[in-house]
């Protein structure tokens, strides 16, 4: 009878924690002579953290990485010039509330995507509002955007968050028109949200990427203002075991 009313309270409530585990705290209570508020209290902690690994949970899946690793992971001994100290700095996320970027230089698997993951999900347990997503797609969503006359509020959705991880420029030239809108997008984040940005081409090779090279200029003017610049010129990961291997 009062576990009836118990649980139905508990369902109207959305208590799930506390629905599934009220009988055996119950038990444990009885034992080890709980007072009513010590049993309330384990009760409370359940129901909080399965709401925040809830909240956590749709945080990372709302961030769309594309995998999930971590700084710790990263094998900094394998990339000799990457000043650890730096990540390390950028992973106490200061240059979030700074509302400055990284930028992430060097050829195909060096870990520019790792590191940008590792400091994105750093920054989602830290509970800000991160997207990951590579430049050939976003480009894509706001040239949509564009013809759909919904350009403005897309604008809008982008320069809300609090870190945009923009992955893989240069594995595809970008045209005058898909240049303007990235210049839109850098404008509408200037000093309002951090960016990290990934490019297997540095600086000086953006000419070949952009048709314009202009608003290639404009880009990289807004992009390295606030900045922290890293070229990772070492050898692929990827290819780390076949060398070892001879
Ligand atoms: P990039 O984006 O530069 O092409 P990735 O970040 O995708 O490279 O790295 C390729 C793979 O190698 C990933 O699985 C990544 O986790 C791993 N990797 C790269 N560099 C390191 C490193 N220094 N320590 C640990 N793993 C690494
Ligand atoms: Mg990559």
Redesign the pocket.
Known sequence: MINNQIESHARELSLKSILENYEKVADKATKSKLTYQEYLVLLLEMEVKRKLENSTNTKLIKSKFP?T?TID????T??PNLPEKEIIRLSSLSFIEEKSNAIFL?P????????SVGLGVKACLARYRVLFVTLKKLLEELYIAQIEGTLAEKLLFYSRLHLLII?ELGYMPITKLHANLLFQLVSARYEKGAIIL?SNYVFDDWGQVFEDTVVAGAIVDGLIHHSSVFY?NGSS??LKDKIKRG
């Open positions: 995998f690793k992971e990263f094998d900094f394998f990339q060097g195909p698997g060096v870990g520019k995507t790792h590191l992955d990934t990772i990961y990827r």
